[in-house]
T-cell receptor, first 114, second 112 residues
Framework: GAGVSQSPSNKVTEKGKDVELRCDPISGHTALYWYRQSLGQGLEFLIYFQGNSAPDKSGLPSDRFSAERTGGSVSTLTIQRTQQEDSAVYLC????????????FGSGTRLTVV | DQQVKQNSPSLSVQEGRISILNCDYTNSMFDYFLWYKKYPAEGPTFLISISSIKDKNEDGRFTVFLNKSAKHLSLHIVPSQPGDSAVYFCAARAGNNRKLIWGLGTSLAVNP
């Protein structure tokens, strides 16, 4: 597709359940990022993938969070044993590795943990 | 500790006038700055950027000014249009680190 695609667009889950969020980056973009935005907060970096390099996981808030990127394209962000504080909009973005410009974001997945 | 600060949560201007959105930063290692615009229920979209070797970058109605000594940048929109109503985020990065540090955003309302 022409843009970054994220699914689902909305997810309501019960506390303690696991969730998987999916991101399809723009074709040819080697860099992929996950951010989240909690209510009233700015965007918080979670994880960054660049080609075949080891991902930068420095932003993952706890070991309940993990992400993978298969075949250098699609990425999934997994949250295990969800907590209410995990409720946020999870945004995925991609970019060309060499770009001096910004990334292209998807529309996000709104996660609500009840 | 907020390294990128947008101290005005909201701004309201009249159509046709200038909108000035401000951003301050604390990390002197930041050398590239970006502005993004975000409409409700959409992801942020890249608007304009500036490298620390410049003090001004212009793209149509949008101009970003950088004052390195003051660690301050601003986005000017002239003339403002109702379609510019959105949340504007300032973001910064340091060197080759592609992770962006974001401000909390300023909600701009342009009134017809």
């Amino acid at each position: 597709g022409a843009g970054v695609s994220q699914s689902p667009s909305n997810k309501v889950t019960e506390k303690g359940k696991d969730v998987e969020l999916r991101c399809d980056p723009i074709s040819g973009h080697t860099a992929l990022y996950w951010y989240r935005q909690s209510l009233g907060q700015g965007l918080e970096f979670l994880i960054y993938f660049q080609g075949n390099s080891a991902p930068d996981k420095s932003g993952l808030p706890s070991d309940r969070f993990s992400a993978e990127r298969t075949g250098g394209s699609v990425s999934t962000l997994t949250i295990q044993r969800t907590q209410q504080e995990d409720s946020a909009v999870y945004l995925c973005a991609s970019s060309l590795a060499t770009t001096a410009y910004g990334y292209t974001f998807g529309s996000g997945t709104r996660l609500t943990v009840v | 500790d907020q390294q990128v600060k947008q101290n005005s949560p909201s701004l309201s201007v009249q159509e046709g006038r200038i909108s000035i959105l401000n951003c301050d930063y604390t990390n002197s290692m930041f050398d590239y700055f970006l502005w993004y615009k975000k409409y409700p229920a959409e992801g942020p979209t890249f608007l304009i950027s500036i490298s620390s070797i410049k003090d001004k970058n212009e793209d149509g109605r949008f101009t970003v000014f950088l004052n390195k000594s003051a660690k301050h940048l601003s986005l000017h929109i002239v003339p403002s249009q109702p379609g510019d109503s959105a949340v504007y985020f300032c973001a910064a990065r340091a060197g080759n680190n592609r992770k962006l540090i974001w401000g909390l955003g300023t909600s701009l309302a342009v009134n017809p």
